[in-house]
């Protein structure tokens, strides 16, 4: 299994840091659409991808043939898509609604359904739309969060068991809250052609340095388990956020 050293990119602050990645995925996104019909993408919620958002909305529309595009999401918080906390619901808000892309191209997690029968639905709508590489779906571009404990999507580091899971998707729950969970897993995430972490902000350094070092044990954090077997990996980081990084 060939593993590559993760690329890190570093700008000044979030906004230059969003448009060097939508330049980037667009020509990635474009060379991808020169040999299928289309490519599958899953977006993460949180706070860090809002300026990532706008700015997707602001100039991608003459970069990226967005009706060639699927967009599927990494988790989702179990509410409705009306509710604040809606990972959906954030993208619609900075992103989706000030695009005119298909709607049938937009696959949000039904967050408002029973978490496991959304969880199997979920899973059988990416096996049937994504085409797979060895037997498993493999998504085009994933981005990532990570949070300050190390989790990635939802899952948390007392879940890391779902990194191992044979799910595509399964109901995760929030470690303080107890909040239920839809969540791609490993298995999912690791089978993806690209995966971009997105981090800024100061309180990042520690878990940023942490998960690419590998110190104070963090080889075991779901962040950590983050390694694509045919993909890459890239972080993308503001100064605050890659402050600690010595390389
Ligand atoms: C979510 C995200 C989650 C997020 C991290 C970082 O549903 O909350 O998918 O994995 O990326 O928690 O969140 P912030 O960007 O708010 O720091």
Redesign the pocket.
Known sequence: MFVSKPEIIIESDPHRLSDIIVHQIAVYFNKRLNNQAFISIAL??????NVLFRKLADISLTLIPWHRVRIFW??E?CVPPEHPES?YGQAKRYFLEHMDLPVNNIYRIHGEDDPESEAHRYSSLISSLVPSKNGVPSLDWIL????EDG????IFPDQHELMYSNKLCSVAHHPISGQN?ITMTGKLINNSSWVSFLATGEN?AKIVNDIIHLKNEAEKLPAALIKPRNGRVTWYLDIQAGALLKY
Not at 44 to 49: A, E, K, R, V
Not at 144 to 147: C, D, K, M, P, Y
């Open positions: 993460s919620g949180g706070n860090t991808p990494v988790d918080r990972n990532l969060g990570v949070g989790h990635v999507a939802s969970r990042k």
